[in-house]
């Protein structure tokens, strides 16, 4: 017990008081060694001697046992609540009354036993019928890919905004915090397109200004030329959504190939991964189909500007006259219309 770190420093300390009368030592001398009066040094020998290493431990607390089983409480909580009280969950006060109890003691039993009745969250069943089969083969492409293939996982974020606000920053002060304007301007957006290698964790981005399948396309090509044929029959398994962008005008899946030095063209596999609302499907080349692929130069590879800004269009100004009316168009002559600031407010 003494040389324990686990042990209760209450309890290691009586254990010492023991071990020091053991080697005969005074209980004045153990007092002073352990840092405890000396009627505590023979109350704690007095208890080993009469009932051994049990005696050591404490005696069980004063008070009423509880009467109160907590394991009630989340029984009840776990039942809906009566039509009369108009509620659909249960709160700690509420319950209370229901049971004739205080509601800190329900409030414990909802610690002790990991209970929140506030807490909701929401849930999804598929009604797809093969659902369960396309799932495991995708999970198993993950966990478990074929020889010499590489497996990534294919996605993109588009409308990335670049904001800016309307006027710098106030910078904090002792009792106010960092203060910006709600309004703010876009200087444009960008597409995102990455593919994660599950393996390693690599990750191959590029950004683009439009998010169509020219874009994807070229990213596949990027995809293609970042892991080059080893010549030992590499494959690239790519994961993806079923996207618009992912497939061709004509509605097939696109397939992006490589020409290595022998003749033979390394296909990545497409496996289509659904999300929230989109069908989860798979394309297959059927048997004895020539092989599809595209020839990619080996051109130099074109850097990818941080953010290809997209100005928008300013509109025109607008302006009124004294009488709250829109003017002409600029170059078309008016007697009415008078370009001259206005000191009075519009009707």
Request: proline share 10%; hydrophobic share 35%; charged share 25%.
């Amino acid at each position: 017990m003494t040389r324990s770190s686990s042990v209760r420093a209450g309890l290691a300390q009586r254990a010492r008081i023991v071990l020091l009368a053991a080697e005969g030592e005074s209980n004045t001398a153990i007092a002073a060694k352990v840092g405890v009066s000396r009627p505590t040094v023979i109350d704690w020998r007095n208890r080993y001697a009469a009932e051994g290493i049990a005696g050591l431990d404490d005696d069980p607390r004063s008070g009423r046992p509880r009467t109160i089983d907590h394991r009630e409480i989340v029984a009840q909580t776990l039942r809906p609540p009566p039509k009369k009280y108009g509620v659909t969950h249960w709160s700690s006060r509420l319950l209370g009354r229901h049971l004739g109890i205080s509601n800190g003691t329900v409030a414990k039993a909802w610690r002790d036993y990991g209970v929140a009745p506030w807490r909701v969250e929401t849930f999804k069943f598929s009604t797809d019928p093969e659902l369960v089969a396309k799932v495991t083969d995708v999970v198993g492409l993950y966990l478990a890919p074929p020889e010499n293939a590489i497996v990534l996982c294919v996605d993109e974020k588009s409308q990335i905004q670049a904001l800016d606000r309307t006027a710098p920053m106030l910078p904090m002060q002792p009792g106010l915090p960092e203060r910006r304007t709600h309004h703010y301007k876009r200087h444009g957006t960008t597409t995102l397109f990455a593919a994660l290698e599950i393996a390693t964790g690599k990750v191959t981005g590029a950004c683009k200004p439009r998010h169509r399948h020219q874009e994807f396309l070229a990213f596949l090509k990027q995809v293609a030329r970042a892991y080059p044929d080893t010549g030992e029959g590499t494959e690239l398994h790519l994961v993806m959504d079923n996207y618009a962008a992912h497939k061709q005008a004509r509605g097939g899946p696109r397939l992006v190939g490589r020409q290595p030095a022998h003749p033979r063209p390394l296909l990545p596999d497409l496996r289509v991964l659904a999300q929230p609302r989109r069908g989860l499907v798979r394309h297959h080349r059927a048997p004895g189909d020539p092989p599809r692929h595209v020839q990619i130069g080996q051109g130099p590879q074109r850097q990818d500007p941080r953010l290809r800004r997209r100005l928008e269009r300013p509109l025109p100004p607008l302006r009124l006259d004294k009488d709250g009316r829109r003017g002409p168009q600029e170059g078309q002559p008016s007697d009415h219309f008078k370009h001259e600031p206005l000191g009075l407010p519009f009707r």
